[in-house]
């Protein structure tokens, strides 16, 4: 049995009668990104400055809402106040775990905290229900046994300065929320804190021109149901990452075939596809080749190959001869 790692710029191996080969390949860039078991630190500077930004924004917005609702009496800004704060505790989730994916890996923790992220993002999730349904319970009870409306013009105002605090802080997380879960989870939080806020401004606004009480609760209902959808997606996609399901996005039946593709590659088994993080993708494989070809670039071409077309850096490749068979 020969143990090859390729690491770039170097690498070592030993030969074996067997016939089969275990590779671990790992890159590590010029750069000092570092190993990839460790790229959910990249741009992590610009993650945490995020967070920090938005979960100050928010807390000092859920203390205006909350006082300007109990002064003018309005359930709408009150019941908004309250989601918000559901979201701040949504944030400080997810920067607490982005912070622990942040750690190296160690003795205990050989994978790192990076799936932290991924739990986060299930909390997150639940939140997001949760605050849903207060909000469409409550929208409900206002619909049901309705109460005197609010001045329209003042629940516009503060509605309006929510609006503005929540798109700035979803902002902050939009470029992240295409490639990180977690990030994503906090950018579907902002967006609806600002989808709910500019529903709370249409009210006002219409309870200013039209005294129309119920505009209030059915606008709130609506805005729910809209964001309950958003939050689903979100508890059903880290369900799926906290099992081991293979990564959205990608093809497993195509990462097959392009392995197949690789010149000395016959056999393609054991092939396993899952999330070490909300970022980081791992693989570990098992092939067959016929031996022509130099293992150690053998591995490192199937490293490029993954990288280069799928994303995935974290992989560990076997080579087998084939005329070693399944017993390998």
């Not at 994978?111 to 349904?133: E, H, K, P, Q």
């Not at 609010?150 to 700035?168: E, I």
């Amino acid at each position: 049995m020969g143990a090859h790692h390729h690491h770039a710029g170097h690498g070592h191996g030993h030969a074996h009668e067997h016939g089969h080969a275990h590779g671990h390949v790992h890159a590590h860039d010029a750069g000092g990104a570092g190993d990839p078991h460790d790229q959910h630190a990249v741009g992590g500077g610009r993650k945490m400055r995020a967070f920090r930004v938005s979960i100050g924004l928010n807390a000092a917005l859920v203390a205006a809402q909350l006082a300007a609702g109990l002064w003018l009496g309005s359930v709408a800004l009150v019941a908004d106040a309250v989601h918000n704060a559901m979201d701040v505790l949504g944030l400080v989730l997810a920067w607490f775990a982005a912070r622990l994916a942040l750690r190296r890996p160690d003795a205990r923790h050989t994978y790192g905290m990076a799936r932290s992220t991924i739990l986060a993002a299930m909390a997150n999730a639940g939140l997001v229900l949760a605050a849903c349904g207060a909000l469409a319970w409550e929208s409900l009870g206002r619909l049901l046994e309705p109460h005197p409306a609010p001045p329209g013009l003042w629940v516009m105002g503060v509605a309006a300065v929510a609006l503005v605090v929540n798109a700035v802080s979803a902002a902050l997380f939009w470029r992240g929320s295409h490639a990180d879960l977690n990030e994503r989870g906090a950018f579907l939080h902002l967006a609806g804190d600002a989808a709910v806020s500019l529903g709370v401004v249409v009210a006002g606004l219409g309870l200013w021109l039209t005294g129309w009480a119920w505009l209030d609760p059915a606008t709130g209902l609506a805005i729910a149901l809209v964001v309950a959808w958003s939050g689903y997606r979100l508890l059903r996609e880290s369900l799926d990452l906290a099992l081991d399901a293979v990564p959205r996005g990608i093809d497993l039946a195509a990462i097959r075939a392009a392995l197949l593709a690789e010149d000395g590659v016959l056999g393609v088994h054991d092939l396993h596809v899952w999330p070490l993080s909300t970022t980081v993708t791992a693989l570990t494989v098992h092939l067959e080749h016929d031996g022509r070809r130099d293992a150690d670039r053998l591995l490192a071409a199937v490293h490029d190959l993954l990288a280069a077309r799928f994303g995935i850096r974290h992989t560990t490749v076997q080579l087998e001869l084939v005329a070693c068979g399944r017993r390998c």
